[in-house]
């Protein structure tokens, strides 16, 4: 029905005869000469009908917005003056000849170019949300990224391999969609969170370099960068240690930025412990364009008198810490206090600082309602460790390493943001060795930090169980801007071991039989070492386009509460349907309570 894209039109096809279809974006009558702006995947063309053909100007002048149409005409260049500069196709227009009307549409729920319309209106009219633009551009970009992705595993050797999607329930740290059986009565299927055990099994198949672009499903309390049904590239390789797996995915992601973006990262991504991302930033996922780190001061505090310092700096699992900030003194009370609000969601029960107006004046160049509990000698050291200068402010966290870490570690960021202190564009970086375990306070146990199949470093069982804290993993995250946008790990491959850190985290034989006995028999047939790693596909889309939620990058999102305003879904299933699944609703739960 068309011979061309509205957006492929340029200066080289003027004089040409061009057929084209698409959307009305905008008309408009300028003193008996009608322009309409048409729009399609590619881009917007302006079309000209005058008065001197009297059939297509009668039927232009009754298009209106979001019509549907196609046009017949000649490309022209547009007349001195009127060139737009700011469109790809600014310099033409389509000198109509004909039009017919495809398609009429009511007036839309909201303007296209209106950047204030509410989520909810744009996720119930989700389909005229996509008509804009910017999520033409999005869903693009989406597709070329995953083009790119399968092009690259391809051609070293990948194979993209299915995994199932009605599974059996596994510990990934979510709750799990359950699906009724009908044909086993009672019983559920559970949509995966992850294929994590199926591509180790292919692995134990011999299939060496599997890759998969997946849905993956967690009934988890949602925010900007989650959704109950997400998708990723899920990798697994054989015979490869993590340096190996790191090397060859940093590669891939060099070239998808290149192809993308035609944007060149470094040539080697810098590597980070853990232990040392916590220390220096608050976060496993620091944003190293932000030059702000936090400096502990816990040795200091230790002595004082003043508790909200010197307990904490005592505790094991304490710390104190200080976070410099380059010209922070101009910030007023007002704003320290927002950001005191800001920490308090972290856990944090105040936000110390101190302003420096004068070091040369000591103590009276400062300006904090903490000074007078602190010894002139302690002063003096934390404006020497943090290099405070004339202008500065030093906030303090004081409490658990944990309430510390995560508050400070927001407050820096947030403190960045807000005074614009990030430093270039794109700062990727792998964050290694984990810790294998962490303690649950409340159920006082171990858990995974990971997935219970995750390596440890070391193989010697009695040394993990006589010190599981401070046992480090075979994981690895990539992490760009503050993002993370992949995590994976070598993965245990001997059927002793694996037993031994499933029963270090609680689960005996009798339960490990039941929940992963199919994956400890096939250990123990022959498994190779192996490794792999996931990106989250939405992620990393909504990185490289500059999103804020990952809703932007997904052509049907679901809500916070994980509904979908389009559909109404989830929705009450009918008494027949309930009956075939021998499923009977409690009365809280049926849909007219």
């Known amino acids: ?62 298009v209106r917005n979001e019509y549907v149409i196609k046009i017949t005409g000649k490309v022209r260049q547009r007349p001195e003056g009127t060139i737009n500069k700011d469109m790809p ?102 949509l995966p969170q992850s294929p994590q055990l199926f591509k180790q099994l292919l692995m134990m198949s011999g299939m060496d370099r599997y890759y998969q672009i997946v849905r ?175 202008g500065d402010l030093i906030f303090f966290g004081a409490d658990k390493t944990r309430v510390v870490n995560d508050a400070l570690g927001a407050l820096r960021n947030r403190v960045a943001q807000d005074l614009d202190l990030l430093n270039g564009e794109w700062a990727p970086l792998w964050v290694i060795d984990f810790p294998m375990f962490e303690y649950n306070e409340d159920e006082k146990r171990w858990e995974s930090l990971h997935h219970p199949f995750t390596s440890p470093n070391i193989t010697d069982i009695d040394a993990i169980k006589a010190n599981p804290g401070k046992t480090l993993s075979r994981a690895y995250d990539l992490v760009m801007n503050g993002t993370e946008l992949g995590g994976g790990s070598i993965r245990i491959h001997d059927a002793e071991l694996q037993s031994a850190v499933l029963e270090l985290l609680g689960i005996g034989d009798e339960e490990a039989q039941e929940k992963f006995g199919f994956l400890l028999d096939a250990l123990t047939y022959g498994c190779p070492p192996h490794g792999g790693i996931a990106f989250g596909l939405d992620r990393v889309v909504m990185l490289m386009v500059g999103a804020e939620s990952i809703r932007d990058v997904i052509a049907f999102p679901k809500t916070q509460s994980a509904s979908c305003l389009l559909t109404s879904a989830p929705a009450a299933a009918g008494a027949r349907q309930l009956r075939e699944l021998g499923i009977k609703l409690a009365k809280s739960n049926k849909p007219d309570q």
């Open 89 to 190: 196709t600014g310099e033409i227009e389509i000198l109509g000849h004909t039009i017919e009307i495809l398609n009429k549409a009511k007036t839309p729920p909201f303007q296209l170019d209106d950047d204030h319309v509410h989520d909810d209106v744009k996720l119930r009219y989700r389909y005229v949300d996509l008509r804009r633009p910017v999520m033409q551009r999005n869903l693009q970009m989406r597709s070329k990224v995953v083009k790119h992705m399968r092009d690259y595993l391809d051609s070293r050797g990948f194979l993209d391999i299915e995994t199932p999607m009605l599974t059996k329930a596994t510990p990934e740290g979510a709750r799990d969609y359950l699906v009724p059986s009908r044909t086993h009565p009672g019983n559920f299927f559970a």
């Open 216 to 390: 993956c499903f967690r009934d988890e309390d949602l925010r900007a960068d989650r959704q109950p049904e997400f998708t990723q590239l899920d990798i697994e390789v054989s015979f490869m240690d993590e340096a190996d797996i790191t090397n060859l995915m940093e590669d891939m992601v060099r070239h998808l930025f290149k192809e993308s973006l035609g944007v060149a990262l470094p040539e080697e991504f810098p590597r980070m412990t853990y232990a040392e991302a916590m220390y220096r930033f608050g976060s496993d996922r620091p944003d190293l364009r932000n030059p702000l780190e936090l400096v502990d001061v816990s040795d200091l505090m230790a002595t004082v008198e003043f508790k909200v310092f010197s307990a904490p700096a005592k505790m094991d699992d304490g710390r104190v810490a200080a976070l410099h900030v380059p010209n922070g003194s101009k910030l007023s009370r007002k704003e320290i206090d927002d950001y005191t609000n800001y920490v308090s969601q972290f856990g944090a029960k105040g936000l110390a600082y101190i302003k420096v107006n004068d070091t040369a004046a000591g103590k009276e160049g400062l300006q904090s309602p903490i000074l007078k509990f602190l010894p002139d000698e302690v002063v003096a050291e934390i404006l020497s460790r943090t290099a405070a200068e004339n």
């Open 1 to 62: 029905m068309r011979s061309h894209y509205c957006g492929e039109l340029s200066g080289k096809h003027i004089d040409q005869e061009v057929e084209l279809c698409g959307w009305v974006h905008r008309r408009r009558d300028h003193g008996g000469v009608i322009f309409i702006d048409l729009r399609d995947r590619a881009g917007i063309a302006q079309i000209v009908f005058d008065p001197d053909r009297a059939e297509s100007f009668q039927t232009a002048d009754s």
